[in-house]
């Protein structure tokens, strides 16, 4: 126990929020860019003191080659990265990927980054925006749906106490993938999005029988279609919800294109955050032909 206690004193945590320009928006995320020698333990434990939704912790990339086609970056610009929520090691995180990326683009300038995942190579791009921003760009692993059983989505229902007629029925529920999984449910009306409060516990374990990340609540602008209003319940991860979720955004955006709901190419806004008092805007970019995701998003360090 001393030695687990004297590595966390060791260990530089940084901190940002993603997917806004201002410290008071978006969602938190720590960011260890040197985890070399913590074992899983010790990153959790990191996280659980942290509090944030996740923590990324860097390591230098795996030495064996990758699959053939697989991303690459430049030289010292590849990099291992496992996430930790308060709770538990979660397969992908989009507010730590960003978080991280800006971070060492503060470092080593902006450019390519590949960051090797549980679920895969992700390959990022850090840019400055013509207003000084840095700006990062994820390219999620190939994004899936699937369908979900009825009695899921009526005990998912029961533990948000939403009604079924509250649903958008243009807007089928589903399991989104990109990274993590994700059940999307979308909202009839701006109203029933903004009040959300639910059954922590109940939700959660649906959540864990289903292996879900998160739910991503969605209702589409009616004045908009390509704008989003989205949040994010995360009990199983210790945070009643996350205020700006990269990870759900890259999935739903595969969900929309999947089902048709929107073109093959195409840029979406999500607006996340709006309802805790901490917004943050996540833009998703579709390209035909391409079955990544493509979630963009500035972040700023802390103090």
């Not at 990099?79 to 971070?103: D, I, K, N, Q």
């Not at 374990?205 to 991503?216: E, F, K, S, V």
């Not at 595969?254 to 607006?271: C, I, K």
Request: with cysteine.
């Amino acid at each position: 126990m001393g030695n687990e206690h004297s590595e966390r004193e060791r260990t530089e945590v940084l901190r940002y929020t993603a997917f806004s320009a201002t410290p008071d928006g978006g969602n938190p995320a720590g960011v260890v860019l040197d985890a070399a020698g913590m074992d899983p333990a010790a990153m959790l434990a990191v996280a659980a003191e942290v509090g944030y939704s996740e923590t990324a912790f860097l390591t230098p990339p795996p030495e064996h080659p990758g699959a053939p086609g697989e991303p690459t970056a430049p030289e010292g610009r590849h990099f291992a990265v496992r996430y930790f929520s308060p709770l538990a090691e979660v397969p992908f995180c989009g507010h730590a990927t960003v978080a991280a990326a800006v971070a060492l683009a503060e470092r080593a300038g902006p450019g390519e980054l590949v960051f090797s995942t549980p679920v895969g190579a992700v390959p990022v791009t850090v840019a400055r925006t013509a207003s000084g921003e840095l700006r990062a760009t994820l390219s999620s692993v190939p994004a899936t749906t699937e369908a979900i059983a009825a009695p899921d989505v009526a005990e998912a229902l029961a533990a948000l106490d939403w009604r079924p007629e509250e649903l958008d029925p243009a807007l089928p529920p589903r399991v989104a993938f990109a990274g993590a999984r994700h059940l999307v449910l979308a909202a009839a009306t701006r109203e029933r999005l903004a009040a959300l409060e639910y059954d922590v516990e109940r939700l959660k374990a649906l959540m864990l029988r289903r292996d879900l990340t998160t739910l991503q609540l969605t209702w589409r602008d009616a004045g908009d279609a390509t704008v989003f209003h989205v949040r994010d319940p995360f009990p199983v991860g210790g945070v009643v919800e996350d205020p700006a979720t990269g990870a759900a955004a890259a999935a739903l955006g595969g969900y929309l294109r999947e089902l048709g709901l929107v073109p093959d190419t195409a840029s979406l806004t999500l607006h996340q955050g709006v309802d805790m008092g901490r917004p943050a805007v996540l833009a998703v970019e579709l390209r035909q032909g391409d079955p990544r995701v493509h979630v963009s998003g500035t972040a700023v360090r802390l103090p």
